[in-house]
């Protein structure tokens, strides 16, 4: 069965209820033509592998911690902090603790 995605005007809950964020899933909220935002769940210890994707991307951490790496270098995200990164540059991330983040990919141009 294939994720139903939000519509335009559609309100979504980026966060998980309490106490459910180790067992929360990543999950995308809505793709468009030009854009793409998924909440991205890093339990504790977790790591999404180091990759490149073709558009700019941010990454917003909304709890927890994460060490995030671009081109080898590791920094902490902490909540409230918002990264931004050109397209094609190597990035991977790593739950310090249970931890989740809003990210967002550019596709395409108008």
């Not at 294939?2 to 309100?11: D, S, W």
């Not at 459910?20 to 999404?48: C, D, H, I, N």
């Not at 941010?58 to 590791?74: F, R």
Request: aromatic letters at 2%.
């Amino acid at each position: 069965m294939a994720i139903q995605h939000a519509r335009p005007g559609q309100i979504v809950d980026i966060l998980p209820a309490d106490g459910t964020l180790p067992s929360a899933s990543s999950f995308a909220l809505f793709k468009s033509g030009q854009l793409e935002v998924m909440r991205v769940v890093l339990p504790a210890g977790k790591a999404f592998p180091p990759h490149r994707v073709a558009g700019e991307i941010t990454v917003q951490c909304l709890e927890g911690c994460i060490d995030l790496s671009v081109d080898g270098v590791s920094q902490e995200l902490r909540p409230g902090q918002l990264l931004h990164l050109e397209g094609g540059v190597l990035h991977g991330l790593v739950g310090l603790e249970d931890s989740s983040a809003l990210v967002t990919i550019v596709l395409g141009r108008p």
